[in-house]
T-cell receptor, first 107, second 117 residues
């Protein structure tokens, strides 16, 4: 089966940094995706990791450790528009999603 | 169109009725996926298509749910004899290839919000 865990909620201040952790235990693994979902909207692709290490894309970075079954998404220089749900998804010919982490950015 | 298109955007129907949800993927995307998202929950995988065939239907919750895809493009998800627990947002996504064989992100439509009275 698939078991993907991430915190339910996180709150941070505008301009700060937030790290969203994701741990997984899955029957197969071919990489890990992070998606952003604003309330009432479709998820949008943020990043993809298949090898261990850090992938950086502007203010967003994602890290993967396959041996530990662990990933994190790092959001830097937080803006109000970053308030959203962040979904961790394991790639195993289909995507298995975690329940999502709701990030609230406060002024 | 430029993105994944789903219709209707909202559907309200009475318990026991059948509903049909439509997904028009991004042109050229061979893989198509259906997910369900209940309020405050993560995305629940339902079914995926590679071309017109559905190698994995394991996520369909019951035999009241079925899906088809024709011409390697448009897909319809049909729910028969709807129940109140079917109320959710049904999301469709497409990708260039099946996610497990290529590192292609899935692109999502805006979903159909289904409410069963």
């Amino acid at each position: 089966g698939q078991n993907i865990d991430q915190p339910t909620e996180m709150t941070a201040t505008e301009g700060a940094i937030v790290q969203i952790n994701c741990t997984y235990q899955t029957s197969g693994f071919n990489g890990l995706f992070w998606y952003q979902q604003h309330a009432g909207e479709a998820p949008t692709f943020l990043s993809y990791n298949v090898l261990d290490g850090l992938e950086e894309k502007g203010r967003f970075s994602s890290f993967l450790s396959r041996s530990k079954g662990y990933s994190y998404l790092l959001l830097k220089e937080l803006q109000m528009k970053d308030s959203a749900s962040y979904l961790c998804a394991v790639n195993d010919y289909k995507l298995s999603f975690g329940a999502g982490t709701t990030v609230t950015v406060r002024a | 169109g430029a993105g994944v298109s789903q219709s209707p955007s909202n559907k309200v129907t009475e318990k026991g009725k059948d509903v049909e949800l439509r997904c028009d993927p991004i042109s050229g995307h061979t893989a198509l996926y259906w997910y369900r998202q209940s309020l405050g929950q993560g995305l629940e995988f339902l079914i995926y298509f590679q071309g017109n065939s559905a190698p994995d239907k394991s996520g369909l919750p019951s035999d009241r749910f079925s899906a088809e895809r024709t011409g390697g493009s448009v897909s319809t998800l049909t729910i028969q004899r709807t129940q109140q627990e079917d109320s959710a947002v049904y999301l469709c996504a497409s990708s260039l290839e099946t996610v497990g064989t290529a590192n292609q992100p899935q692109h999502f439509g805006d979903g159909t919000r289904l409410s069963i009275l």
